[in-house]
């Protein structure tokens, strides 16, 4: 359907639409009129992603001049390619409207593409095979490097010399500027047929298609990391529209991207790579020396010196880069004491000498950056000035060796990443060496920590104020206003939209008890009392007996969910689960959870069912959908609080209490209630899904936890769906059960094209009812209470609400 905002015609490729989708694109469209950026909350399941796409790609059609690109940001890969299918599916609608409208443009003249690592995109018969992002990298540079196509230049049968080439990346070189993509939509899985149709690299073609692309998707950290934002980021205009989807966990991603770990192995690792460098850097001179010279040259006029760690397309490893200096530093000549090889080996090793020296501790140490770098000085005569261009200056003395293996010297490039971060950035940054991992405080393994405090260096000047438009969305982002103040920013927009419906397809419930009415919970004191385990275990068989198809289980940590199936099976309460549906297990290995999220599929497809066990803040619990039959209940096992005896997240804490105002348990109890909203909105995907969201903890009877669950949750718990106890949770959820089991339409929650114009003339008419108003009391010289943009909403809600009852 053709939808008005304003003045904007919305093309919505579906004949019905939600009312919360309206209103969704309503404040969507509001938030890029006025160039500002935006805070949405929408409920699980009704259809977030084609409302942004939607609204965003008919701004772009109508104002093809001043509009710019669509960079939509997923954490996953598989969230990359629903919104790309999705998209694929609403461009196709468009041109169908176009066309019928006689339209000159009929819409399909954009490129939109999805953009990965090279593991995603490869299509070379044996780099392709290889299991480790890492070494996918390692070896396309192996094949592509602009000094081994130079040496192939000098054979007339490269292969014979010893010499291997990647063909399609040949190809596309060959190409140049013919190497375009024609204008569509296009997934990873197209732009690998469209590289092995056209013999071109669908690597390095998505690279060069940045530039043009109207639609970007890619990963978050493609715009967040500065050792990557930069070169996939620099076609990027003021103008673009920049969306983080599922966002709930921004602040932590922002936070990740500018730590660094080093322990003993990463010493050990460095070291070693040290001494090939310096092996390198003698064989180069005796067969190679111009190479070196031109090198030295280069890096006397400065980094921004195209050549310099950023030589060309081919040499520049998204994976593998260097973190973004401010453009003064850029400007700058590299220091004169490591501008040649063998001065930038030994200046590094004394660095070495001196970070393993630090490491070697038998108490915990916390220190500030400046700290460090002045008794870094004092004992090496470093200067911080120096360590700023580390990081740059390895990246360059790699390609001039024409290091190949480049995987195996990871080692040394977090030793540098790490002197450039602690030489440039200083506020919001701790030190933290430990002697022990915290996991194992029986083994000596020290371990320093660089660590961030303040998420909003990673994002509020180089996206906040680089883009005009920043959207954060997500169907678990409250309290909203947390996220203004972690990430210091001003939404122009910031709302929780509601969910409408008619019958209830989601059911809270608090358990707080088991049928011996003992509580539960997680809490430390409580979680290894074996009459809580058995409760929870007993819950577990109960659910299993009456719960149809697939249940989902969420526990605190891997730790706790190991202890406590142990003693499940202690208590032959596995057998008796076992009986009524299958057991899945997630693991930290990817492989193997992935195997076991298949079979439980089966399982639930077979008719058997089946249980599923995984954790909280885990890989199923972010970025896995359990539709339909896959998830007719949740069940959160405690409060997924964080480890607080971490040293990092109490240094971040006190960070956040004197900078920000914001209070430890404030903090905590949000973090704790994001994740576990994260948890139990896995089980409703769409209005016509339906399932149990089981909250079993007697914590979370408290209204300070409950209230700052997401409020499309929250206001579905009445007080006779908290403080339950076994028996009586089971008798709800069997009742509600077959409540659900009743025929049922949506249609009563779908407005037509008819519904949503009658919404529109109403809107509009009581927009300017209110702004006469507003303008009245103003001119009365009276305080003006009412915001007519925030008044539009309610009176629309409440006059769609009497329709309805008529």
Excluded at 255 to 265: F, G, K, M, P
Aim: hydrophobic share 35%; with cysteine.
């Amino acid at each position: 359907m053709k939808i008005q905002i304003d003045d904007l015609i919305v093309y919505f490729p579906y004949e019905f639409i939600y009312k919360e989708q309206y209103e969704y694109m309503t404040e969507l469209y509001r938030g890029i009129k006025s160039k500002g950026h935006c805070l949405l909350e929408m409920p699980c399941g009704t259809g977030k992603t084609v409302c942004l796409l939607s609204l965003i790609t008919s701004y772009q059609y109508a104002n093809p001049e001043t509009a710019g690109k669509l960079v939509y940001c997923t954490r996953t890969v598989t969230e990359m390619e629903k919104v790309l299918a999705e998209l694929k599916a609403l461009i196709k609608y468009r041109k169908g409207v176009l066309e019928e409208d006689n339209a000159a443009n009929n819409g399909t003249n954009l490129v939109a593409i999805g953009l990965s690592s090279r593991k995603n995109l490869c299509i070379h018969p044996t780099v392709s095979l290889e299991y480790e992002g890492s070494k996918v990298d390692s070896n396309c540079r192996n094949l592509t490097a602009s000094w081994i196509r130079d040496q192939a230049q000098a054979f007339p049968n490269p292969k014979e010399a010893g010499i291997e080439l990647c063909d399609y990346f040949e190809e596309f070189e060959k190409s140049g500027i013919q190497s375009i993509l024609p204008d569509g939509v296009y997934t990873l899985l197209d732009l690998k047929a469209f590289g092995k149709q056209y013999g071109w690299c669908p690597y390095f073609l998505a690279r060069r298609a940045v530039e043009y692309a109207n639609i970007v998707v890619y990963n978050y950290s493609y715009m967040l990391d500065p050792k990557i934002a930069p070169l996939v980021g620099k076609a990027l205009s003021k103008n673009s529209i920049v969306v983080f989807d599922e966002a709930h966990n921004i602040d932590n991603v922002c936070i990740e991207v500018l730590s660094v770990n080093i322990n003993n192995h990463v010493i050990k690792s460095a070291q070693n790579n040290l001494k090939k460098l310096e092996e390198k850097i003698n064989t180069m001179k005796r067969s190679n020396a111009d190479r070196l010279k031109q090198e030295y040259n280069r890096l006397v006029t400065g980094l921004a010196t195209p050549g310099v760690g950023q030589q060309n397309l081919v040499n520049t490893d998204l994976n593998n880069t260097v973190p973004v200096l401010p453009q003064d530093i850029m400007n700058e000549a590299v220091p004169g004491n490591i501008r040649k090889g063998e001065h930038f080996t030994s200046f590094l090793r004394r660095f070495i000498d001196f970070v393993r020296l630090r490491l070697n501790v038998d108490k915990v140490i916390q220190e500030r950056p400046e700290t460090f770098l002045s008794s870094l000085s004092s004992k090496t005569s470093i200067e911080q000035k120096t360590l700023q261009f580390c990081a740059e200056r390895m990246n360059s003395l790699l390609n001039t060796l024409e290091v190949r293996d480049i995987h195996e010297f990871n080692a040394i490039k977090v030793i540098t990443d790490f002197a450039t971060l602690v030489g440039t950035y200083e506020n919001g940054f701790t030190i933290i060496i430990e002697p022990h991992d915290e996991r194992t405080p029986a083994i000596h393994e020290p371990v320093l920590q660089f660590s961030c405090m303040d998420a909003s260096i990673a994002i509020s000047k180089p996206v906040f104020e680089r883009f005009d438009t920043v959207i954060l969305t997500s169907g678990t982002l409250s309290p909203l206003d947390k996220y203004s103040k972690l990430l210091q920013f001003t939404p122009v927009v910031s709302r929780s939209l509601p969910m409408s419906l008619t019958r209830d397809c989601i059911c809270p419930l608090v358990l707080t008890r088991g049928s011996d009415q003992v509580a539960v919970s997680t809490k430390y004191q409580m979680r290894g009392d074996p009459a809580v385990v058995r409760n929870y275990g007993s819950l577990l068989v109960e659910l299993s007996k009456y719960v149809p198809d697939g249940i989902i289980c969420f526990f605190t940590s891997y730790q706790y969910m190991e202890d406590i199936v142990t003693i499940w099976n202690q208590m032959n309460l596995l057998d008796q689960i076992t009986q009524n549906k299958l057991i899945f297990i997630e693991t930290p290995n990817t492989a193997e959870t992935s195997i076991a999220l298949t079979n439980y599929r089966k399982a639930c497809d077979s008719g058997r069912g089946a249980v599923f066990l995984s954790i909280a803040r885990g890989k199923v619990a972010e970025g896995v959908d359990f539709d339909g039959h896959y998830g007719r209940a949740v069940v959160m096992f405690g409060i997924p609080f964080v480890n607080t005896e971490s040293k990092i997240l109490k240094a971040r804490l006190e960070y956040l209490k004197k900078n920000y105002s914001i209070q430890e348990g404030d903090f905590l109890t949000f973090d704790a209630l994001r994740h576990a909203s994260q948890c139990i909105g896995r089980v409703i995907r769409n209005k016509s899904d339906y399932g149990l969201m089981i909250l079993a903890d007697k914590r979370y009877n408290q209204p300070d936890k409950r209230n700052k669950l997401p409020e499309w949750i929250a206001k579905r718990i009445t007080q006779t769906q908290l403080n339950l106890s076994t028996d009586t949770l089971i008798g709800l959820c069997r009742q509600y059960l077959k409540d659900m089991a009743q025929p049922w339409s949506a249609k009563q929650l779908l407005l037509s094209q008819a519904d949503v114009e009658k919404l529109a003339q109403r809107n509009n008419k009581l927009k300017e009812q209110q702004r006469s108003e507003y303008e009245a009391a103003l001119l009365n010289g009276s305080q003006a209470q009412i915001d007519p943009m925030d008044e539009d909403i309610r009176n629309a809600e409440e006059a769609m609400q009497e329709d309805a009852n008529d």
